[in-house]
């Protein structure tokens, strides 16, 4: 099974959970208010009324359905409630107790001499004056961005932090947070994140960037970058913040579609914004030059993947944004999202233009509404502007983020409190030192220990660590029940070498299986860490079932114990194995292998073939040496580095992967030559609130004569109760073979687009899923044992059937239809199988479950 590899999200679910598992049940009195806001005349709800406790910073705003809800700490005696047009209201609060306070408001006569209001009748785009005005804003758009210039240039200061948050007194109090009290800060209750927060991570970035119009180039300069670390025995840094950067990306509003915690929301002056979008003017800011409009905007739907909140427009001829406050409605189908704030800031430059001075992104994740949660925000400052001057090309050659720092020469305060372009908040100043302070804390150390045994599967005892634990017990038909015990060297021992091994111990077979590498790297950093260059050499005698090519897993993961229908038929496998890899700084790497094995059937399987008369032979064992070269290309990849795997962060851009495997005949006693060229494209389609699309394209051909079909392309299937992405999941083991195919695979992730609109499902939060699989393939006639007897022949059942079939008739089609979210973390799916239906113990349908965590 493909299991993606989760260990970043429980990692960022952990420090949620930690919140929830200690907060404490006692509270400060509190006074819970809430209420609905209405026009005293039409009845009609109205939306967006400010409302605010006089003589604080606390507030709030109605929703678009006018409804709105506030909790208060301490004791304040009213609350005012004010909406551009009407009569402002102030009423009395009773504290300590829950109150509804319904308000209906007047419209102010005097007011309507400067603005027009209209109440919420039956909305309408035609002849709507705020309609007319975003699409004055969409046909202006393109002068507005920064690509109507040949050549931009400016400084930007970008700092990213996170915080425990909504932390009560209880869990402040907790024994267990005794030596910890220096962490937690206050600060305004009513802001986002509560009262009490507990900072967890910060990271400052100094870079120049260069903007070219032709040809297309925007290039990051980083001079310097400063973040509080954990220990890299326990946290990958890189990957943590490559995470947030991909949780918190920028905030550009005239872009089509903006990132929002890794899903795309249509930004509200996209072309078809008028289309999802109602729009409102609110007001005209006089007090400005040039005039503002103050324009409101909500999604018609409000749980679909939409911004709701305000655009300040020029009224100077540019319709250009110079404000802008974004937020979500509370319904709206993200997984985790307590709270979202955005705001864009603008300014007139030389050029006429209006160019970001400031923009900020501020997230609260939780697993419930009232729970401690995480909170992070990212603020974007840019100044220093040059238009239009033009720069040597070598300034825009080269990856489009470069260092420009030495990374081995850490920038301290002295540094910083010069170079950033704004203070530090006070939730952010002590941030460095209190989390190298809390590194040197044993019962944290502990914890951290035990956090990661549990989430990575690997104990950790200094020079070696222990795992992975998921591997430690399994079953299968050949081995029975099956016990393994490995582990590997850390950094601790050696940054240059590294050796790795297990054990295995089958019960039916009463074999031991075993597995040895040693791995040198040349860039004195972990084999794990970007960009990797080392050498490895490995020997390995264990089972397989063939044709089964696992990704980030391992074949005796207990999880994948669990099969359906026939899974006798495996190999014992002796693979001598040494490669080379390097990766480029451009994302770009390529491996070069050289592979020796020794395959032998197990369980049922047999290798046999016809002898020139006519009598069937039983092969023990196939010899094989390959020469291998793999190249990939993954531009502006990114991924988490846990303790096994590298979890793929995905993003936009494709990924390109080549593979080449030569057979070489009479090398270390190999018995077969062959080529066999093989290619794989993979993407994900943004469709904004439409959802997303995962798309993978595969082809590869065999070149050679009388190749023998283990050494053919033994298509992947799966007979687990588990939906695999990169397997064929009502296919057989080893049901088809071919020498050249091509494949389409269409994972399609519709985000709640269609039950969003269903009353009785909405509240839920499900998401459609659609999955299309198809497989074209052939076998030549010089490789098919049909037609040369001496080749192996092609496996049969107990009944001397044929179990392996070529797909020269039609190609293999399955799809299916699923429900995704179901409690936040799993996939369901129905799956239909729509040809060789007529081949023996298949299955035409088959209900397959999937874990799948995401926002």
Known sequence: MKAINRRLWLQFLLLICFAQIFTGAAMAQTTTIKGTI???????????????????????????????????????????????????????????????????????????????????????????????????????????????????????YEKISFALSNLSEGFKDKRIFKNYQFLFKSQDSSAMGGKTMLPAFMEEKLSQIYFRKSPSTKKQLILANRRAEFDSKFVDNNGLSNYFN??????????????????????PIAGTAPTFYKFFIRDTVKTSTPWLIELGFVPRNKTDLLFEGTLFVTLDGNYAVQNAYLTVNKDINLNFMRDLEAKLEFEKSSDGRYHPTRTSLAMEFALGEKNAGLYGQRVVNFKNYRINEARPDSVYRGPDEQIAYNPNVKTGESFWSTARHMPLERMELDIYRNIDTLQTIPSFRRTMDIATLLLAGYKSFGKVEIGPVNTFYSFNPVEGFRLRFGGRTTTEFSKKVYFETYAAYGFKDQRWKYFLSGTYSFNNKSVYGFPRNYIRASFQRDTKIPGQELQFVQEDNFLLSFKRGENNRWLYNDIYKVEYLRELE????????????????????????????????????????????????????????????????????????????????????????????????????????????????????????????????IHRANQTYAYQLNSYNLMNFLEFVSDHYASLDVQYYMNGFL?????????????????????????????????????????????????????????????????????????????????????????????????????
């Open 38 to 156: 209405t026009d005293a005349k039409t009845g009609e709800t109205l939306p967006y009324v400010s409302i605010v406790i006089p003589g604080t910073t606390m507030g709030t705003a109605t929703d678009v359905d006018g409804r709105y809800a506030m909790t208060l700490n301490e004791k304040h005696a009213t609350i005012k409630f004010s909406y551009v047009g009407y009569i402002t209201v102030e009423k009395a609060i009773n504290f300590g107790t829950s109150q509804v306070i319904d308000i209906k408001m007047s419209v102010d006569a005097a007011m309507l001499k400067e603005v027009t209001v209209k109440g919420r009748g039956r909305y309408r785009n035609r002849d709507n004056p705020a309609v007319q005005l975003i699409r004055e804003v969409i046909v202006h758009k393109d002068q507005n961005k920064m690509g109507a210039n040949e050549y931009v240039e400016y400084e930007q």
């Open 246 to 267: 991909r949780l918190y990306e920028d905030v550009n509003i005239y872009e089509n579609n903006i990132s929002v915690a890794t899903n795309l929301l249509l930004s």
């Open 586 to 713: 451009n994302h770009f790497s390529y491996k070069i292998g050289f592979t020796q094995w020794s395959q032998t059937p197990a369980g049922i399987l047999r290798y046999e073939n016809l002898d020139s008369e006519g009598q069937l032979n039983n092969i023990m064992h196939l010899n094989n040496t390959e020469a291998n070269v793999e190249l990939r290309y993954a531009p502006n990849e990114q991924f988490y580095q846990g303790k096994l795997y590298r979890t793929p962060i995905i993003n936009k851009y494709p990924i390109f992967t080549v593979r080449y495997n030569a057979g070489l005949k009479g090398v270390f006693e190999g018995e077969n030559r062959y080529h066999n060229l093989s290619a794989n494209i993979t993407k994900r389609f943004y469709l904004s609130q439409f959802g997303y699309a995962d798309v993978t394209t595969e082809g590869g051909y065999i070149f050679g004569s009388k190749v023998l079909f283990p050494l053919l392309t």
């Open 755 to 855: 039950f969003n609109k269903i009353p009785l499902l909405k509240r839920l939060k499900l998401r459609e899923v659609f999955s299309f699989k198809g497989l074209m393939g052939g076998l030549r006639d010089e490789n098919n044992p049909a037609s040369n007897p001496s080749l192996y022949r092609f496996p049969v059942d107990e009944q001397g059937r044929l179990i392996s079939y070529t797909l020269s008739r039609e190609p293999y089609i399955e799809g299916s239809v699923g429900v995704a979210n179901i409690f936040k973390l799993l996939r369901v799916d129905l799956v239909k199988r729509f040809t060789y239906l007529n081949n023996p113990n298949v299955s035409e349908w088959g209900v397959r479950a999937r874990f799948k965590l995401d926002f």
